[in-house]
């Protein structure tokens, strides 16, 4: 099984601030095989990123996903008042089908 | 726009059976690059998938719990259904269903996601 470890855990940041995650896997699987997900209090997960960069549909432009193999970044360029919220990755290279802890992302 | 909208009782004794059933609607569960996936979360805790199944009968399950779930697709009520044997207090979480996408072979990310719903196991 691939684990995947999300760092930081909390990141507190103000609006207008950039946001930078990060989401390390045990294993170099398939080498984009990463997906990233918002989650807000009492809702579902949301897609925000597939293939380790690519937006899902109606996802602003200030979010953005890189890397290959074991490392993986989600950055958000300027933090608007609903970006701040849970965010997970998740790969999708070997099954099962695992998810990272999540960084917590909140206003400072 | 694909919506999905789960259902099933919100408490169970230990050692029951877990039953829930999610609804598909604004799109064709019948989709050949669709899977039909159970993702649960314990409260204030993280996300694990459980399973996924296909309109065709093919599975894939966590093998951490492959010995008490069965996901199946009922194209004619446009549902899949998840059961969980043998349930403890360590099963109480929230149940989401969620479309997992397909590109041949492999099974890919969630992008479509239910409400969720709680389940808890307690005596």
């Known amino acids: 099984e691939i684990v995947l470890t999300q760092s930081p855990g909390t990141l507190s940041l103000s609006p207008g601030e950039r946001a930078t995650l990060s989401c390390r896997a045990s294993q170099g699987g398939s080498s984009s095989s990463l997906a990233w997900y918002q989650q807000k209090p009492g809702q579902a997960p949301r897609l925000l990123i597939f293939?380790?960069?690519s937006r899902a549909t109606g996802i602003p432009d200030r979010f953005s996903g890189s890397g290959s193999g074991t490392d993986f970044t989600l950055i958000i360029s300027r933090l608007e008042p609903e970006d701040f919220a849970v965010y997970y990755c998740?790969?999708?290279?070997?099954?099962?089908?695992?998810f990272g802890q999540g960084t917590k992302l909140e206003i400072k | 726009q694909l919506q999905l909208q789960e259902s099933g009782p919100g408490l169970l004794k230990p050692s029951e059976t877990l039953s829930l059933t999610c609804t598909v609607s604004g799109d064709s569960i019948t989709s050949a690059n669709s899977f039909w996936a159970w993702i649960r979360q314990p409260p204030g805790k993280g996300l694990e998938w459980i399973g996924s199944g296909h309109y065709s009968g093919g599975t894939y399950y966590n093998p951490s719990l492959k010995s008490r779930v069965t996901i199946s697709v009922d194209t004619s009520k446009i549902q899949f259904s998840l059961t969980l044997s043998s349930v403890t207090a360590a099963d109480t979480a929230i149940y989401y269903c969620?479309?997992?996408?397909?590109?041949?072979?492999?099974?890919?990310?969630?992008?479509?996601w239910g409400q969720g719903t709680l389940v808890t196991v307690s005596s």
């Open positions: 998740q790969q999708y290279g070997n099954s099962p089908y695992t």
């Open positions: 969620a479309r997992h996408v397909r590109h041949y072979p492999s099974l890919y990310y969630f992008d479509y």
């Open positions: 293939g380790a960069s």
